[in-house]
């Protein structure tokens, strides 16, 4: 049925936003510089503020700069505002679809907003969630045989991440300046950071949540989880190689985090759930639900050198892949009370898949530099160099429709200069 859902704003066959998607966002325009909320259609940016102002809407949450009361009314709220939304931008409603003014007014052309992230994010938390990396990690660090933590299969490994560093897609990406220690032995150095790389990750931002020292069981998280956004957790390898020990990542990962901008909810996804990977052993209680379930959602990664017109694609796979689900991440960080607030961001790890052409990072595709891998323009990469763009992008895809999450882009700039770092101290 959702197939034949049509809107009087025109959508073509592959784009990301039909009428089926009806992701959530925060934008301004020039015309306009006050950030509030839209959902996306096609190439255009329906301003939901503007519909509150004008009645259609009923609800009071999108004159806002950020998603974070909306995400917090909770899920009957989500689905009933998405149904008048459906229904409002239907061929068949004539409320907005006849009303010349205000539609001159909230439907905006894409290429003449500004998006911004999608939410205040107060706190985020980035899992170790896909076998698949946690085993190529493990292999390139311990060895074939190690490649899996003790823990690994018994608990969703994760991490508190930076909140201040994450950026909207399009935010330029500075090469970062660290201490590292070259070839593994002797003295450290100081510089820029020669083993930059990307993560593909998918994130959820939080719905509701919860009160300190309340957790939430594993079979109420999917109430608690507001929508999805692809995530770029850039991390410098040999900045984390040199400090990761005994606390984990620091420096080499908190520089910079992008997501996409438009957040696309658990209602969207729903045709496209499917079941997850065997889990074996059983989980703990606590983690184990009736269904192990996830989403079927397409993810590439393309790569574009300065010298390269158009982006090359350098990797393909799926969320479906990953083995510790979403709900039992959020299960797992609240079962000792941790609370999590509206909007928090908890993002999946890197999402590689089962062959070399889908793995999510650098780092595997060129298995820690030992194979290169050949781009487009003639050159080769073990790491990114300056000047090249990174875009993440991912879609499930319905019978003559797509359930898309746009892009996560960002490209390298050269690091700050050392001099620029030193000081008079006192
Ligand atoms: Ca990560």
């Given at each position: ?32 510089p ?30 806002r ?10 899920q ?21 679809r ?16 500004t ?15 896909s076998?698949?990396h ?17 823990n690994?299969?018994?608990l ?16 330029p ?14 003295a ?43 995530v ?63 989403y079927d ?28 689900n ?8 609240t ?25 999510g ?35 499930c895809?319905g ?26 101290m006192?």
């Amino acid at each position: 049925m959702a197939e034949k859902l049509r809107s009087f704003v025109e959508v073509q066959e592959d784009s990301h936003f039909p009428l089926q998607n009806l992701p959530y966002g925060v934008f301004s325009t020039a015309e306009e510089p006050r950030a509030r909320c839209g959902t996306r259609i096609g190439d255009f940016v329906l301003d939901l503020a503007a519909l509150e102002e004008a009645s259609l809407l009923a609800t009071r949450y999108f004159d806002r700069p950020g998603l974070n009361a909306f995400m917090a009314a909770g899920q009957a709220v989500w689905t009933a505002t998405r149904q008048r939304l459906q229904h409002l931008l239907s061929a068949e409603t004539p409320d907005l679809r006849d009303d010349t003014a205000l539609l001159a007014r909230a439907l905006v052309p894409v290429d003449r907003v500004t998006m911004h992230l999608p939410a205040q994010i107060g706190d985020y938390t980035d899992f170790y969630s896909s076998r698949y990396h946690a085993e190529n990690v493990g292999h390139m660090v311990r060895g074939a045989a190690n490649a899996l933590m003790p823990n690994w299969r018994h608990l969703p490994v994760a991490y508190h991440g930076r909140a201040s560093s994450l950026v909207v897609s399009g935010t330029p990406i500075r090469r970062p300046l660290g201490q590292m220690q070259p070839g593994d032995a002797g003295a450290p150095v100081f510089g820029p950071s020669q083993a930059l790389d990307f993560e593909l990750e998918l994130g959820f931002l939080v719905g509701p949540g919860n009160e300190l020292g309340d957790p939430i069981p594993v079979s109420q998280a999917y109430r608690h989880i507001f929508g999805f956004v692809l995530v770029n957790d850039w991390s410098a390898r040999d900045i984390q190689r040199w400090e990761y020990r005994p606390l984990g990542p620091f420096l080499g990962k908190n520089f910079a985090t992008t997501l996409s901008p438009w957040v696309v909810t658990l209602d969207a996804l729903e045709p496209f759930i499917c079941n997850g990977p065997v889990q074996d052993p059983e989980p703990l209680s606590y983690l184990r639900s009736k269904n192990h379930w996830t989403y079927d959602i397409q993810l590439e990664i393309r790569l574009r050198s300065a010298a390269m017109d158009t982006p090359a694609t350098v990797s393909r796979t799926n969320f479906r892949h990953l083995y510790w689900n979403v709900c039992q991440q959020l299960a797992h960080h609240t079962v000792n009370g941790c609370n999590l607030r509206p909007g928090d961001l908890l993002a999946s790890g890197t999402i590689s898949g089962p062959v070399p052409d889908s793995y999510g990072s650098l780092l595997e595709l060129a298995w820690g530099g030992s194979r290169p891998i050949a781009l487009p323009d003639g050159s080769q990469r073990v790491y990114l160099e300056d000047g090249d763009t990174v875009i993440l992008t991912g879609w499930c895809q319905g019978n003559g429709y797509r359930v898309g999450f746009g892009e996560a882009r960002g490209a390298v700039q050269a690091a700050r200069p050392i001099t620029e770092t030193m000081g008079e101290m006192r």
